[in-house]
């Protein structure tokens, strides 16, 4: 495998940093990382990152919560019964509320879950490209690259205005 090198960025201004992204992905590189300390939807378009799966997670949890919500009310209907005016044990219209309750709960407890894993926390290491920076006012945009496209990455970024650009072999 052949030796890669790494273009390394770093900007003040978030919609510069857009800019930069957007004309290293138009000449057809994918490896590029951004680091900041917050994102934006455009950065996100721009990175060209897949759609977050923790809605999965919400879904399956809400899904749960509104079986849950109501097969513990019949079910506890059914284990103390109480009729009272000739009603059904198992009266549908009664348990909504619960049952609305029980898919809030699990859909949100489940999506802070998957958040917690699809955003690999708790991170106790930080990436070897990180800046202390870059939590403060600094975003930092890196490339890894062929050496032979090294130069061109280089003046790709520079023509975005970053304080600062690194080449690392």
């Not at 004309?23 to 378009?45: A, K």
């Not at 997670?57 to 919500?69: E, N, P, Q, R, V």
Request: with cysteine; glycine share 8%.
């Amino acid at each position: 495998m052949a030796a890669r090198e790494t273009v390394t960025a770093i900007y003040d201004d978030i919609h510069t940093v857009v800019g930069a992204v957007r004309s290293i992905r138009e000449e057809g590189y994918e490896d590029v990382s951004v680091f900041g300390p917050i994102m934006e939807t455009e950065l996100e378009d721009a990175i060209g990152a897949p759609p977050s799966p923790v809605r999965r997670y919400a879904l399956i949890g809400g899904l749960t919560g509104c079986i849950s919500g109501f097969a513990l009310t019949t079910w506890s209907s059914y284990y103390y019964p109480l009729v009272v005016g000739g009603k059904a044990l198992a009266s549908i219209p009664a348990y909504v509320v619960i049952a609305f309750e029980m898919t809030i709960l699990f859909a949100g407890i489940s999506a802070l879950i998957g958040m917690l894993i699809h955003n690999r926390m708790p991170t106790l290491t930080l990436h070897a490209a990180h800046q202390a920076g870059y939590t403060d006012d600094l975003f930092g945009v890196r490339v890894v690259c062929e050496p032979s496209r090294t130069a061109a990455i280089e003046e790709m970024l520079r023509s975005h205005g970053p304080d600062e650009v690194r080449v690392e072999r």
